[in-house]
């Protein structure tokens, strides 16, 4: 049987997977997230991702390991998770009446071999335009202080959106279910 082991400590992502009924566990990547000078938000989310799943691979030789990373871009810029609310309202304030793109990747790789299934997902997500009150209420709310762009679309903040644009829903989210769930088929996982 294929063993299945999450890189990350996001129980956003960890939900996620759940969704598939797999068995897997979850082991902390610690890889070092800091972009590289003129890295391109795409890249750098493909980079991490494949960056995390081959840290933990080396912790566990036997099994198939999941990296994922998303990394939100605004004017061509890589913006991170907020860590505050302060941050957050810039944010948000930013991306006020504008579209933000989310490039989510995922590396499914097997350790100790060749085998690996790369995927970057691109979601469009454009915002309603939005009075200071709005975002302070939305943030008293909901605290997405460590979500990119500062929202949770799963909860509260699909209000603050005009659009989504995206081939997959659970992308937006944080791990893009639809690519990655072709890929574990590929490599030997039972799924419907």
Known sequence: MNRLILASTSPYRRQLLARLRLP???????????????????????RLASAKAEAVAGRHPDAWIVGSDQVAELDGRAIGKPGGADAAFAQLRAASGRQVRFHTAFCLL?????????????TEVRFRALADDEILRYLAAEQPYDCAGSFKSEGLGISLFAAIRSEDPTALIGLPLIAL????????????
């Open 110 to 122: 097997r350790a100790g071999g060749h085998d690996r299934f790369e995927h970057c997902d691109l």
């Open 24 to 46: 897997f566990d979850c082991d902390r990547p610690d890889a070092d997230e800091t972009p590289l000078p003129g890295e391109a938000p795409a890249a750098l989310a493909r």
């Open 181 to 192: 769930t072709g890929a574990l088929r590929e490599a030997g996982f039972a799924l419907p």
